[in-house]
């Protein structure tokens, strides 16, 4: 069939079937369990409810976070507390997910000065929406803060370049708000600078650089410079080269259980592919411009693509140097990917306005066929972690607020979610002695136990594949429980393939011997199906583990 021959509504079904796909695991896999800098949040919402004046609520708002201001996450948690009366860590992901369709109206917004048809736009839903996301999509913090200021930023470049008068108005009202969403939304106010100024659209142009003056002054008001991050040490050019395109091309680690070394050389070709085209993007945009055309020959889709690009470009830079020290796979960290992605996007875009005839239409084959592979091997490779995350969530939550039938009470207004374990602590905590050791017909279990770890594996369970299936490992003292997940093992590609069953029933879990306390443990495996506990078998009577250093693990909150 001919692209020009396509039936009208193909193209909103293929915009709608990766969203909808993402939102139903969203839905099914987020757990209202606090991660990392969430519990900030918590603190936060006590100090605030603790104020009496508006001024002092305003101070908790935009009261420093790091390196950040996050008014915007804050005002999000003051919407869970004010419509649930609870802090929903799943209200904060939905938010900050639905920030990513607000990126994708814009980009569709922006296309639309193309005129070309609406298919032309079919690889951007594929390109945006996807597993690679996941350490933003299930946090609900960081969904907000990373998924927001990219819209917000963008957002603002779409304004600053529309044609409508009041349009510098409203960018600076989205700066603001940019501003007080992440550190980073000061390269906004730089960039809109930089894109005024070659629009000599100097007017605008004084009134923007003193409303973000305005805005760095109350952003730096009482700052105080972070600790935490390690010292840059001496500079590498090699290192600093090789850890910026691979945050460039972090969109190719499609593949995260190969070799680092593999991964860091596929995505460090995409980002030198990119930069590539960002460069020549840049030259072509400016080239046209007031600067160096007498009639200005570049629109306001031009620009906005050069601020976004300036945006990545700036922040691959700043990310780059300073987190580099951490080691260079944190260059490939979900978190960062959004940038790989809109870079990708802006370049596509650019090249389908000025392609023409059959190089438009194959390159469009091109992009639509890759974007939608690309779309179904990130998912693919991915969803297994996203399963993991979950499990450990569970695990964390019982961990944390559950010693024996008693749970702890936090004096914040926060609800536990209803996992396998409510209403069953009885038969988790009190299996100490005796126990069902018969592991069942066709089942093995194999433990190995060492100075440092504990290593069990389980074939053939209590599964019956379902993807809400899992096994967790119980550690039984005298004084506690502890819970660990597993890794559910994944079948092969052509198994899945055929059969539909992404997990096979075998299950692995690994648990250090430093996060115990010293004691004799009892090891029990639960395993779980749909949320329900269907047996609980157990591996080892008796097992020693001696005083180890527990791991410390720094927080700010």
């Not at 900030?40 to 305003?58: G, I, M, R």
């Not at 639309?112 to 298919?119: A, V």
């Not at 996807?130 to 990373?146: D, I, R």
């Not at 017909?441 to 389980?458: P, R």
Request: proline letters at 3%; hydrophobic letters at 50%; one cysteine or more.
């Amino acid at each position: 069939m001919k692209i020009n021959k396509l039936p009208i509504i193909f193209t909103p079904i293929a915009v709608a079937l990766p969203v909808l796909l993402y939102f139903v695991i969203l839905q099914k896999y987020a757990a209202n369990i606090p991660l990392f800098d969430d519990h900030a949040l918590k603190a936060f919402l006590v100090n605030y409810l603790k104020t009496d004046t508006f001024s002092q609520k305003l101070t908790e708002i935009f009261r420093q976070h790091n390196e950040h201001r996050i008014a915007l996450t804050r005002v999000v948690t003051l919407l869970s507390y004010w419509f649930k009366g609870v802090i929903d860590y799943r209200f904060l992901m939905l938010v900050g997910n639905i920030f990513l369709v607000g990126i994708l109206v814009i980009f569709w917004k922006n296309f639309r000065k193309t005129n070309l048809p609406s298919y032309f736009f079919l690889p951007v839903p594929f390109l945006l929406f996807h597993l690679q996301h996941s350490e933003n999509t299930f946090w609900g913090m960081a969904a907000v803060q990373n998924f927001g200021i990219v819209f917000w930023l963008l957002l603002v470049f779409y304004l600053l370049n529309s044609t409508k008068s009041w349009g510098i108005f409203w960018a600076i009202l989205a700066q603001f708000v940019a501003t007080f969403t992440s550190g980073n939304g000061f390269l906004g106010a730089i960039v809109g600078l930089v894109v005024l100024f070659i629009q000599k659209r100097y007017k605008h142009g004084v009134i923007w650089l003193i409303m973000s003056g305005l805005m760095a002054i109350l952003y730096f008001f009482s700052y105080e410079k972070p600790k935490g991050n390690p010292a840059v040490g001496a500079f590498s050019m090699s290192l600093f080269t090789k850890g910026g395109l691979s945050f460039l091309g972090s969109l190719a680690d499609i593949l995260p259980l190969n070799p680092l070394n593999s991964r860091i050389l596929l995505a460090s070709v995409l980002g030198g592919i990119l930069l590539f085209s960002m460069l020549m993007i840049a030259f072509i945009v400016v080239y046209r411009s007031d600067y160096f055309r007498k009639h200005n020959q570049s629109d306001g889709f031009d620009y906005f693509m050069l601020s976004v690009l300036m945006l990545v470009g700036a922040t691959t830079l700043i990310v780059t140097f300073s987190r580099i020290g951490f080691g260079i796979n944190t260059m490939l960290t979900g978190r960062y990917k959004i940038y790989s992605v809109i870079a990708l996007i802006s370049c596509y875009l650019f090249a389908i306005k000025y392609l023409r005839n059959r190089a438009l239409q194959l390159f469009w084959s091109i992009a639509f066929w890759g974007s939608v592979a690309f779309n179904l091997v990130s998912n693919y490779a991915y969803f297994e972690d996203v399963v993991a995350h979950r499990n450990l969530m569970i695990s964390n939550q019982f961990n944390a607020y559950f010693e024996t039938e008693k749970v702890t009470k936090e004096k914040v207004p926060y609800q536990f979610s209803k996992f396998f374990f409510d209403g069953n602590l009885g038969k988790i905590t009190s299996n100490v002695v005796g126990g069902d050791t018969n592991h069942g017909a066709g089942t093995t279990v194999s433990l190995s136990d060492t100075k440092e770890i504990f290593s069990v594996n389980i074939k053939n369970g209590e599964f019956e594949n379902s993807l809400t299936d899992g096994t967790f490992l119980a550690l039984q003292s005298s004084v506690k429980t502890h819970l660990f997940p597993t890794s559910q093992l994944k079948n092969s590609k052509k198994k899945f393939l055929l059969g539909g069953s992404y997990f096979t029933n075998e299950c692995q879990g690994v648990i250090a011997k430093n996060e115990l306390p010293e004691g004799v443990y009892k090891i029990n495996a639960i395993a779980v199906v749909g949320n329900k506990i269907k047996s609980i078998k157990t591996i080892k009577d008796s097992v020693w583990v001696k005083d180890l250093t527990p791991t410390q693990h720094n927080v700010n909150w």
